[in-house]
């Protein structure tokens, strides 16, 4: 199932994208966050190579944003 999903991306991102992850990227989770988001974003080469380049993976993934400790002992909460 996982192939089937990263094949049909790979179908929907012109070939220098692909290149451009694969050459790029170190991880397999960090080609996958890549490919998804380049195809859900029609993201251009250069935005690829923007967002590779800005960290957005290690950003988004791997060091999400803290909350603050207001909003953590907010009643709304979910992290109860």
């Known amino acids: 199932p996982a ?3 990263l094949s049909t991306l ?3 991102l ?3 994208s692909h290149l ?3 050459s790029r990227t ?3 989770e960090e080609r996958e966050f890549y490919l998804r988001m380049a195809a859900q974003q029609r993201w251009q080469v250069r935005e690829v190579a923007r967002q590779i380049d800005s960290g957005l ?3 988004a993934v791997l ?3 803290k909350l603050s400790t ?3 002992e907010s009643p709304f909460s979910t992290t109860r």
Request: no cysteine.
């Open 70 to 72: 207001v909003l953590r």
């Open 14 to 16: 012109p070939w220098s």
């Open 20 to 22: 451009h992850i694969l």
């Open 63 to 65: 060091n999400p944003p």
């Open 26 to 28: 170190k991880r397999p």
């Open 10 to 12: 790979l179908r929907d």
């Open 57 to 59: 993976f290690e950003r």
């Open 3 to 5: 192939a089937a999903i």
